[in-house]
């Protein structure tokens, strides 16, 4: 079991920078590919990032691609999410999500944080 914890998210302006933190506790974090997945109102779950357990191996959605920087600290147990140059649209619940395969699909991911709110406004 993997518990995964989310923190981070704020009310800003457009422009603006978060960073979300992912704490995970429980066994072989270490060894989980983690994703960053947004949902905003409305809209249906979708994939922002994703790290495998060495780094090695990262990817983006187009729509943060340049904007957004995912990171991992295994000694820490935590994963991070650098959201620069913020826009009304990256507004949503952000949840941060650990499975066994690096994957853009949410239906990979075992374990899942119970989210935290990110607003932008204009």
């Known amino acids: 079991q993997v518990q995964l914890v989310e923190s981070g998210g704020g009310l800003v302006q457009a422009g603006d920078s978060l960073r979300l933190s992912c704490a995970a506790s429980?066994?072989?974090?270490?060894?989980?590919?983690m994703g960053w997945f947004r949902q905003a109102p409305g809209k249906e779950r979708e994939f922002v990032a994703v790290?495998?357990?060495?780094?090695?191996?990262?990817a983006y959605a187009d729509s943060v691609k340049a904007r957004f920087t995912i990171s991992r600290d295994n000694a820490k147990n935590t994963v991070f999410l650098q959201m620069n140059s913020l826009k009304p649209e990256d507004t949503a619940v952000y949840y941060c999500?650990?499975?066994?395969?690096?994957?853009?699909?949410?239906?990979?991911?075992?374990?899942w944080g119970q989210g935290t709110q990110v607003t932008v406004s204009s």
């Open positions: 999500a650990a499975g066994r395969v690096a994957d853009i699909y949410s239906r990979v991911y075992d374990y």
């Open positions: 790290t495998t357990w060495s780094g090695s191996n990262i």
């Open positions: 429980g066994r072989t974090f270490s060894r989980n590919a």
